[in-house]
């Protein structure tokens, strides 16, 4: 079975501190995302990354930034978290593929900033 | 730009009533669709997806799903809920323009009465 697996499931910051959430998988993805999941909004994309070292925008990439030095590592980073990133953020992996290869997820980290 | 509408935020249902989740799309080629089901404090899990073929797709858990092209459609069904069945449900629209990037509409939660 494909594992995606985040580095903390409850984490709580304080405003401007520095924020890593950490995302592995374990099946050798190509792509992987970062999602913010809010309550009416449903998911809306942070950043992708299609390959090592290659990233694209998604939706709101505001505030956030992301690294991928292996293939089987995805990192977000708030660089300097605000109360309005309080969210879950939710990590996933897909197999390279023209749009119809389903996303698999890990169990989401929700990050309270203080 | 593809969206997704889930039109209703919250649905009730007793348990072992019928349900259908509705899901409408906009997209002008034929799509990818998707339904996952997030389970209170957990990622996403997929249930099932359609790309070509069948229009009634059948997925994990009993439910399925149909996709209406001349309706912009592809709702989630199933016979007879059950009390476990309580969780959000998301669809999902991809396409072969949008590489390997997945839209969420904004999620229907569902609650079972006993």
């Known amino acids: 079975d494909v594992k995606v697996t985040q580095s903390s499931r409850y984490l709580v910051k304080r405003t401007g501190e520095k924020v890593f959430l950490e995302c592995v998988q374990d099946?050798?993805?190509?792509?992987m995302f970062w999602y913010r999941q809010d309550p009416g909004l449903g998911l809306r994309l942070i950043y992708f990354?299609?390959?090592?070292?290659?990233?694209e925008k998604g939706d709101i990439p505001e505030g956030y930034s992301v690294s991928r030095e292996k293939k089987e590592r995805f990192s977000l980073i708030l660089e300097s978290a605000s109360t309005n990133q309080t969210s879950m953020y939710l990590c996933?992996?897909?197999?390279?593929?023209?749009?119809?290869?389903?996303?698999?997820f890990g169990p989401g980290t929700r990050l309270t900033v203080l | 730009a593809q969206s997704v509408t889930q039109p209703d935020i919250h649905i009730t249902v007793s348990e072992g009533a019928s349900l259908e989740l509705r899901c409408n799309y906009s997209?002008?080629?034929?799509?990818?669709l998707f339904w996952y089901v997030q389970s209170p404090g957990q990622g996403l899990q997929l249930l099932l997806k359609?790309?070509?073929?069948?229009?009634l797709v059948q997925g994990i858990k009993g439910f399925e799903a149909e996709f209406k092209r001349s309706q912009s459609s592809f709702n989630l069904r199933k016979p007879s809920v059950h009390w476990s069945d309580a969780a959000e449900y998301f669809c999902?629209?991809?396409?072969?323009?949008?590489?390997?990037?997945?839209?969420f509409g904004a999620g229907t939660i569902l609650r079972v009465k006993s």
């Open positions: 359609y790309f070509s073929g069948d229009t």
């Open positions: 999902a629209v991809g396409a072969r323009e949008y590489g390997n990037k997945l839209v």
């Open positions: 099946m050798d993805h190509e792509n």
């Open positions: 990354s299609y390959d090592v070292k290659m990233k």
């Open positions: 997209y002008g080629a034929t799509p990818y």
């Open positions: 996933a992996s897909s197999p390279t593929g023209q749009g119809y290869n389903e996303q698999f």
